[in-house]
C-alpha cells in the first residue's frame, strides 16, 4: 500500500528553528508538496519538489531525497502565526495525491 | 481569500435530512474536488471533476452525491447520513487534474446526529 508518515505533534520556541520530516512509500512519484493549515482555515499551498534538494522560500525551505523516500521542512525564526498543521503529499504514478495525517506544530514564546 | 468558496460552514443534521453543500471556484480552474478531513487523519479524496466531468469516485458510499453543473461550482448532496460522517468537508480547485497544487476552501464542519 501507499503510506505517509510524519509526526503527529511538534512543538518550538519562538525565534528557533524547526524541521518537521516526511517519508514516504507510493506508487511512483511525481512531487511532493507541503501545506500549511492554521485552525479552521484552508489547507494553503507551502511548496513543491520534484527534483533531490533543497526549494528554499523566504523562512520555509523544503528538501528531497528520492532515493530515501524522505523529505523535510524547515521553518527559520520562527514567529507565532507559524502555529499550524503541516501536511506532506506526495503524487503517485496515477497523479493521485496520496497525503499524510499532518504535523500539529506548536509555538511557544 | 483562496478563491474557493465554500458554504455553509457549519452544518448540523439528522441521520434523516437530506442537505447540500455549494463549492464556488473564482480562479477557472478545469479541475475540482471534494476531500473528507478527520480529526488526525490524512486527507481523503472523495471525488474528482475534471471539465465538469466525473473522473474519481473513491469508493465513495451512495448517502453522498456530488453534482458539478459547470466548471466554477461544484455540490455535495447529503442524505440518511451516519454520525461517523460527521467531519470536515473541503472543496478544492486546480487548473488540471495532474497538478498537486490545490486552492482548498475554508470547508463545511458537518455534525450529523
Known amino acids: 500500500g501507499q503510506n505517509i508518515d510524519q509526526p503527529t505533534e511538534m512543538t518550538a520556541t519562538e525565534g528557533a528553528i524547526v524541521q518537521i520530516n516526511c517519508t514516504y512509500q507510493?506508487?511512483?512519484?511525481?512531487?511532493l508538496f507541503w501545506y500549511q493549515q492554521h485552525a479552521g482555515e484552508a489547507p494553503t499551498f507551502l511548496s513543491y519538489n520534484v527534483l533531490d534538494g533543497l526549494e528554499e522560500k523566504g523562512r520555509f525551505s523544503s528538501f528531497l531525497s528520492r532515493s530515501k523516500g524522505y523529505s523535510y521542512l524547515l521553518l527559520k525564526e520562527l514567529q507565532m502565526k507559524d502555529s499550524a498543521s503541516y501536511l506532506c503529499a506526495v503524487m503517485d504514478s496515477n497523479y493521485q495525491l496520496i497525503w499524510g495525517a499532518g504535523t500539529k506544530l506548536i509555538i511557544k514564546p | 481569500e483562496t478563491g474557493v468558496t465554500q458554504t455553509p460552514r457549519h452544518l448540523v443534521m439528522g441521520m434523516t435530512n437530506k442537505k447540500s453543500l455549494k463549492c464556488e471556484q473564482h480562479l477557472g480552474h478545469n479541475a475540482m474536488y471534494w476531500y473528507k478531513q478527520s480529526a488526525k487523519k490524512p486527507l481523503e479524496l472523495m471525488f474528482v471533476y475534471n471539465f465538469k466531468e466525473q473522473t474519481e469516485n473513491n469508493s465513495v458510499p451512495s448517502r453522498f452525491s456530488p453534482e458539478c453543473p459547470n466548471s466554477s461550482h461544484l455540490f455535495l448532496h447529503l442524505h440518511t447520513l451516519q454520525p461517523e460522517d460527521s467531519a470536515l468537508y473541503l472543496c478544492?480547485?486546480?487548473?488540471?487534474?495532474?497538478?498537486?497544487?490545490?486552492?482548498f476552501g475554508e470547508g463545511s464542519r458537518l455534525t450529523v446526529l
Open positions: 507510493t506508487s511512483g512519484f511525481n512531487g
Open positions: 478544492a480547485s486546480s487548473p488540471g487534474e495532474d497538478t498537486g497544487e490545490l486552492f
